[in-house]
């Protein structure tokens, strides 16, 4: 069973910290990260993604990718209260018929405070 | 370039009624994915059609769901007779992705979602 772990939070910064998040995988052969920002009663759309090792930089957001270790995560800088929501960590997997799909994991809850 | 439609936003039914959703991806993108996601919890795949062809319904209840997409275009998603743990909101996604595709082809992106209350 390929999973994508991620600590379920909360995880609580004061405004203008940096925020780190998470995520671990277990299919070695994974191409492609994803992290996902949800905020309450909507739906996931897409902050940043990543294929391979290293950083990658978008405005305050830096996703790193180490594949060795099997490890993905998000540093969100100077956090702003508009940040706070849950954050989801997804990989793709290749399955049967050479299917691509994504793994999902549960989300990290994020709360900024002012 | 216009996004996922879906209908409808919400749907309030009985238990052992029946109830649909419909989905409409972005233009050109060949794969089109069912999410359910309950409270607290990541999106769970339900089916996923490559064009008009099911590539993965390995976590799809066949014995009450079922899921179209005829034209390789819009889907519906069908819940019948629908369960109280049925309720949830129901996420359509759209993807660019083929077989031998790049990483970036692998991007979903999601419509509004149907939340679902199922008393």
């Known amino acids: 069973q390929k999973e994508v772990e991620q600590n379920s939070g909360p995880l609580s910064v004061p405004e203008g910290a940096i925020a780190s998040l998470n995520c671990t995988y277990s299919d070695r052969v994974s191409q492609s990260f994803f992290w996902y920002r949800q905020y309450s009663g909507k739906s996931p759309e897409l902050i940043m993604s990543i294929y391979s090792n290293g950083d990658k930089e978008d405005g305050r957001f830096t996703a790193q990718l180490n594949k060795a270790s099997q490890y993905v995560s998000l540093l969100i800088r100077d956090s702003q209260p508009s940040d706070s929501a849950t954050y989801l960590c997804?990989?793709?997997?290749?399955?049967?018929?050479?299917?691509?799909?994504?793994?999902w994991g549960l989300g990290t809850s994020l709360a900024v405070n002012p | 370039e216009a996004g996922v439609a879906q209908s409808p936003r919400y749907k309030i039914i009985e238990k052992r009624q029946s109830v649909a959703f419909w989905c409409n991806p972005i233009?050109?993108?060949?794969?089109l994915y069912w999410y359910q996601q309950i409270l607290g919890q990541g999106p769970k795949l339900l089916i996923q059609?490559?064009?008009?062809?099911?590539?993965?319904d390995s976590q799809l209840p066949k014995d009450r769901f079922s899921a179209e997409r005829l034209k390789g275009v819009d889907s519906t998603l069908k819940i019948q007779p629908a369960k109280l743990e049925d309720s949830a909101v129901y996420l359509c996604?759209?993807?660019?992705?083929?077989?031998?595709?790049?990483?970036?082809?692998?991007?979903?992106?999601f419509g509004p979602g149907t939340r679902l209350t199922v008393l």
């Open positions: 996604a759209s993807s660019l992705v083929r077989l031998g595709g790049t990483g970036a082809a692998d991007t979903q992106y």
């Open positions: 233009s050109g993108h060949a794969t």
């Open positions: 059609f490559q064009n008009n062809g099911v590539v993965d």
């Open positions: 997804a990989v793709n997997s290749l399955g049967a018929g050479n299917n691509r799909k994504l793994i």
